[in-house]
């Protein structure tokens, strides 16, 4: 999948307005210091987003939600889904009904600790789509673990992996990582990686 201006402008508005914005976005997903969190990370969690669709109440709302959820990746900073948040308030205010607009802000912001509440079908789909990759193949997870390694390079090994596994106990610490019907057939595999890759790292911090 690619990031296209249609595809926008379908939850937006066909405008000037939103070309530029949509350009600001794409530009900002696509710096330099990013290795996972880039535009291709973009493009597989609004695909994901729109296989679970159907399970959304506002999937416009998620949609655009996916768009913002790191369009701000700091990786030096611990605020970025809270900035991505006020980035996505400015950036569509005026192209969106104000009620989905207060939703999107608030679906970004959620994005920071993957979380939702039982009765949060937006919310659910969602971080399910940002969390998809958790269930990848073994190979393709390593990519991802490998990725995050490298937007983290300004840490040495034992500040990384410290936070690292700090991360990875958080997420298998939630109830469950999936909360879509669809999705939760994923949750075993997911735990089977996270699981894997924490004993590695516990295993080269003790060493």
């Known amino acids: 999948m690619t990031v296209r201006f ?24 696509g710096e330099e210091h990013r290795r996972y969190h880039d535009l291709a990370h973009l493009a597989a969690v609004l695909g994901v987003a729109g296989q679970l669709a159907g399970h959304a109440t506002d999937p416009v709302a998620v949609a655009l939600a996916a768009w913002y959820h790191d369009v701000v990746y700091d990786p ?3 605020d970025n889904e809270e900035v991505s948040a006020q980035r996505a308030q400015a950036g569509l205010r ?5 009620d989905r607009l207060a939703q999107v802000v608030r679906l970004v912001r959620l994005t920071a600790g993957h979380d939702p509440a039982g009765d949060d079908a937006d919310g659910a789909v969602l971080c399910d789509a940002d969390l998809a990759v958790l269930a990848s193949p073994a190979q393709a997870y390593a990519a991802y673990a490998s990725a995050v390694r490298e937007e983290y390079g300004h840490l040495d090994d034992a500040t990384f992996t410290a936070g ?4 990875l106990e958080s997420l298998l610490a939630l109830p469950a990582l999936f909360r879509t019907p ?4 994923w949750e075993a595999p997911a735990r089977a990686n996270l699981t894997a890759e924490l004993q590695l790292l516990r295993a080269r911090a003790a060493s």
């Open 6 to 29: 249609e595809d926008f402008a379908a939850l937006t508005e066909d405008s000037p307005t939103a070309r530029t914005e949509w350009a600001a976005v794409v530009d900002a997903w």
């Open 76 to 78: 030096t900073a611990g």
């Open 94 to 98: 005026g192209m969106v009904p104000d």
């Open 164 to 167: 690292r596994i700090g991360v």
């Open 182 to 185: 669809t999705a939760q057939s």
